[in-house]
């Protein structure tokens, strides 16, 4: 089976851009996680999923994130206008219907805004 | 409140050296404890985990201990390798909920030949 796939795994942009990423979790997995990675804070929760339904989104930073998922088998993230201390590796994750802290990770999305 | 402290990287070790990563939690409740392991370019997978107090858990080599007396998860492997280079995460999950997942802050390990 597939793992967890994410688009794309670099994106550099200037300050002012739309961003959008993307993530396919792994087929039957009924949670969704996205997870901000940089030096300063390591990871981060922004927010979560349950069977397509946002749970918790207390760790989006601003107004300018959002985060949809309109079926089971896909979830943007999305940063508009993005600014530079945006810049990170956005990692999407999924796990089972039984919540048990196993997370199931993509490889990334680096974000470089100018 | 729940958190996870791990010790300081970087870590530098010649090939077949024993590795410990320390790992102390703060936690309400009985935690499961997990240990990810993030290659490079790549995202985080799971390496071992323990659910319960005395519970060892195990995967490539890698062991760790469901200390609760010590509050204390560590991490060990007693010959490393070059493969083995890597930043390892400790976690919790106090499985009250999905948010409820504590990532440490990450060791960077180098394993030299």
């Known amino acids: 089976d597939a793992g967890v796939i994410q688009s794309p795994r670099h994106e550099v942009t200037e300050m002012g851009q739309e961003v959008t990423l993307r993530c396919k979790p792994i087929?039957?997995?009924?949670?969704l996680f996205w997870y901000r990675q940089t030096m300063m804070r390591g990871l981060e929760l922004l927010i979560y999923?349950?069977?397509?339904?946002?749970?918790?989104d207390s760790g989006m930073p601003e107004d300018r994130f959002s985060a949809k998922m309109p079926n089971a088998s896909f979830s943007t993230l999305k940063i508009q206008p993005s600014e530079p201390r945006d810049s990170a590796v956005y990692f999407c994750?999924?796990?089972?219907?039984?919540?048990?802290?196993?997370?199931?990770f993509g490889e990334g999305s680096r974000l470089t805004v100018l | 409140g729940n958190s996870v402290t791990q010790m300081e990287g970087p870590v530098t070790l010649s090939e077949e050296a024993f590795l410990t990563i320390n790992c102390t939690y703060t936690?309400?409740?009985?935690?499961?404890l997990f240990w990810y392991v993030q290659y490079p370019g790549e995202g985080l997978q799971l390496l071992l985990k323990?659910?319960?107090?005395?519970d060892k858990g195990s995967n490539k080599g890698f062991e760790a201990t469901y200390r609760k007396e010590t509050t204390s998860f560590h991490l060990e492997k007693g010959s490393v390798q070059v493969s083995d280079s890597a930043v390892y995460f400790c976690?919790?999950?106090?499985?009250?909920?999905?948010?409820?997942?504590?990532f440490g802050t990450g060791t960077r390990l180098t394993v030299i030949p």
């Open positions: 976690a919790l999950s106090d499985q009250t909920g999905a948010n409820n997942l504590f």
């Open positions: 087929s039957g997995h009924d949670y």
């Open positions: 936690a309400t409740g009985y935690p499961s």
């Open positions: 994750a999924s796990s089972l219907i039984q919540w048990s802290g196993e997370l199931f």
């Open positions: 999923f349950n069977n397509n339904v946002p749970i918790d």
């Open positions: 323990a659910t319960k107090a005395d």
